[in-house]
């Protein structure tokens, strides 16, 4: 069955540096969501994009955070300019038959 | 804002007995209930679901229960065994989103051999 994939699964970077979170949906899925798990918390909701474009997004995903397709299959979170709280296990997912699938995540550490 | 709750936080049983945890949400407009399992360092995994039009659902040993009145849906898992020891969080879709999802705060489920 198709999974959504995420790259890097581990990425370390120091304070202040800008990580790029990549992500390949399901194909033939359109809708795209980022979420994000601080350790031993909940699921939390950061941002969703359909046609190319942002469709909701919560208040943790603030100017410091982007997301873009750029190549039509490719899904990406950029941070600019992290924060030791960002660290976090950072999940992709994508829609299809009225389901939400989550990709195998990307812990990000900010030292 | 939009809030669900989860309760228990934590739950031990034996195998073979049964397993509930019940979540409860503010947002009226909330139409789909999603439960998911999550084991030690993995993805979140989607084991049922509920839409508000439903107001129970079964698949083999689980079965997830929905009040739209009250506000608050519970998840069954009947015949427990080891291999279902794991976080389970719910969630309540946000309104006018799709599936844009908010999450309850997990519950740590030990079934005991």
């Known amino acids: 069955e198709p999974e959504v994939t995420q790259t890097p699964s581990h990425q370390v970077t120091q304070m202040g540096q800008e990580v790029i979170l990549r992500c390949v949906p399901i194909s033939n899925h359109l809708y795209f969501y980022w979420y994000r798990q601080i350790l031993g918390q909940k699921v939390e909701f950061l941002v969703s994009f359909y046609n190319n474009e942002i469709s909701e997004k919560s208040e943790i995903f603030d100017d410091q955070f982007s997301v873009e397709r750029p190549d039509g299959s490719n899904f990406t979170l950029k941070i600019r300019s992290t924060k030791l709280e960002d660290s976090a296990m950072y999940f992709c997912a994508s829609y299809r038959n009225e389901k939400l699938f989550f990709g195998s995540g990307t812990q990000l550490s900010v030292l | 804002g939009e809030n669900v709750e989860q309760h228990p936080s934590t739950l031990s049983v034996q195998e073979g007995d049964s397993a509930v945890i019940k979540c409860t949400y503010s947002?009226?407009?909330?139409?789909?209930f999603p439960w998911y399992k999550q084991e030690l360092g993995k993805r979140p995994q989607l084991i049922i679901d509920i839409r508000s039009n439903v107001g129970e659902k079964k698949d083999q040993r689980i079965a997830v229960t929905l009040n739209k009145t009250a506000k608050h849906f519970s998840l069954h898992i009947t015949e427990t065994q080891p291999e279902d020891s794991a976080v389970y969080f719910c969630?309540?879709?946000?309104?006018?989103?799709?599936?844009?999802?908010?999450f309850g705060k997990g519950t740590s489920l030990l079934v005991t051999p």
């Open positions: 969630a309540a879709s946000l309104s006018n989103s799709g599936y844009a999802l908010n």
């Open positions: 947002d009226s407009a909330s139409n789909y």
